[in-house]
């Protein structure tokens, strides 16, 4: 991947503001794993006491069914023949742990009241008592029914964050910290050889500026020669006596 990136100082700052961005990410997701964990245990403790409550109150409620049916004899056909109105319903909400939602289910009285005619010959007693053990053992089924809801849907997202933060962890980070190291690498060699391009370009400069004073001075001293030679032939050049005009005395 560093290889596919070019190595610009452009690209140095923005995979350096990606690590900043992955950084933050990865602290965020994992605070949320963290919260998600911590809710999950609740539930599943949750579960396993409701369950264990729900096999005592199983039995309860179905001897006493027993009883009742001992008591009053078989009531089940009356019961069909009545007027079928639930006198509790199920109303559902969501809970939001850490952007997860997850879904409550709570019990509700209709407002109906059964006023079925059961047990006026015997039994009655009985009857009241297994609708009585029956209503508690249906309020520990919504409450099973929300609390295993939950657990399937922190179970699902528990782990899209755990798989987030790990792709974060052990992928995207370390790319971005190769990418990074890449390109610090390929931008100081690129200084060094800036530095070494300069080194020499003045070296050669001064080289130059060096033969040019060699030269001038060569030649200054070659000027000064030539003035001197010529001054001394100009003089003895003339013969004073073939002038007839000029009297030396």
Not at 80 to 100: F, H, P
């Amino acid at each position: 991947m560093s290889a596919q990136v070019p190595p610009t100082r452009m690209n140095l700052t923005l995979y350096k503001q990606k690590a900043v961005a992955a950084k933050k990410g990865f602290d965020l997701l994992k605070k949320k794993s963290d919260a998600l964990k911590v809710r999950f245990r609740d539930i599943c403790k949750a579960i396993h006491s409701t369950k264990i409550g729900m096999a005592d109150q199983s039995s309860d409620a179905f001897f006493s069914l027993t009883q009742a049916e001992y008591a009053a004899g078989n009531f089940r056909n009356k019961l069909l023949e009545g007027q079928m109105t639930a006198s509790v319903c199920v109303a559902s909400r969501t809970d939001n742990v850490a952007g997860v939602k997850l879904p409550v289910f709570t019990q509700k009285d209709t407002g109906f009241e059964a006023t079925e005619s059961l047990g006026l010959v015997g039994g009655g007693k009985r009857i009241t008592q297994s609708r009585d053990q029956f209503t508690e053992y249906l309020k520990a089924l919504i409450k099973l029914a929300s609390l295993q809801t939950s657990f399937i849907a922190m179970d699902e997202a528990l782990k899209v964050t755990n798989r987030r933060v790990n792709a974060l962890e052990n992928v995207t980070i370390p790319k971005i910290a190769d990418v990074l190291k890449g390109i610090n690498r390929e931008l100081d060699e690129l200084e060094r050889e800036d530095f070494t391009r300069l080194k020499k370009v003045q070296s050669k400069k001064a080289e130059k500026e060096a033969a040019k004073i060699a030269e001038a001075k060569a030649l200054g001293i070659e000027m000064e020669t030539e003035s001197n030679g010529n001054g001394s032939d100009v003089v003895s050049g003339y013969d004073a006596s073939e002038d007839s005009d000029v009297v030396f005395k």
